[in-house]
């Protein structure tokens, strides 16, 4: 137990009950199959959600990324491990999945205690490769509309690894109007990359 637990007694980041990281009820919410999302903006590939923005979890993504609840990271890795094995099972992504986390801010990151996105990917036990950031330049994305995101977001999302010639996914937390997949995907169509899909933990 870290000394942040004993100051701060646990309760769950989905649902806020006394108790846990993560209550049974929300787990097996959150373990649910995911599903297809169509998006406003195209994404050239599939972009599957693990559940809607809401309940167990909105709880979650917002306790690991506004309220740096890192406790709860590990079992959103978890989660999207989950997803990815329904869809290697069923035929939608390769067994040999590399994931590329969509890019964030470097400020956000460090304000966030370190990208909560990538930290899912790394600890769904997939390999993973950090090549996407985000130009400092490129405005904050929240208060834009769709047409306005995809706008901000050309030539914004900078490719700074190279990616392995194997099949490729990309991770997010919420997928919104699919600007951010977009702009990700297209940075790595452009630089040769097998893109087959994009996953997101939500969609709003
Ligand atoms: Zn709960």
Redesign the pocket.
């Known amino acids: 137990m870290s000394l942040s637990e004993l100051v701060f007694p646990r309760r ?6 006394a108790g ?1 990281v ?6 097996k ?1 959150l373990g649910n199959a995911p599903f297809r999302v169509s998006t406003t903006v195209p994404t050239h590939v599939p972009v599957f959600a693990m559940g809607m923005y809401a309940g ?1 979890h909105r ?1 979650v993504i917002l306790e690991a990324k506004e309220r740096l609840n890192l406790a709860v990271r590990p079992y959103v890795g978890a989660v999207l491990r989950s997803g990815l094995e329904f869809l290697i099972a069923r035929g939608d992504i390769e067994h040999d999945t590399v994931l590329v986390p969509a890019p964030t801010r470097k400020r956000n990151a460090r304000l966030r205690g370190g990208d909560p996105v990538a930290e899912y990917a790394r600890s769904s036990g997939f390999a993973v490769c950090e090549a996407l950031r985000l130009r400092s330049t490129s405005a904050d994305q929240s208060e834009l509309s769709a047409a306005q995101r995809r706008r901000n977001l050309a030539g914004a999302v900078e490719l700074v690894a190279s990616v392995p010639d194997l099949p490729i996914v990309v991770v997010d937390d919420v997928v919104t109007t699919g600007a951010t997949l977009a702009a990700s995907v297209e940075r790595l169509l452009a630089a040769g990359a097998q893109v087959r899909a994009a996953i997101a933990i939500a969609a709003a």
């Open positions: 769950c980041a989905g649902c806020g009950r846990s993560l209550c049974p009820q929300c787990r919410e167990a709880g």
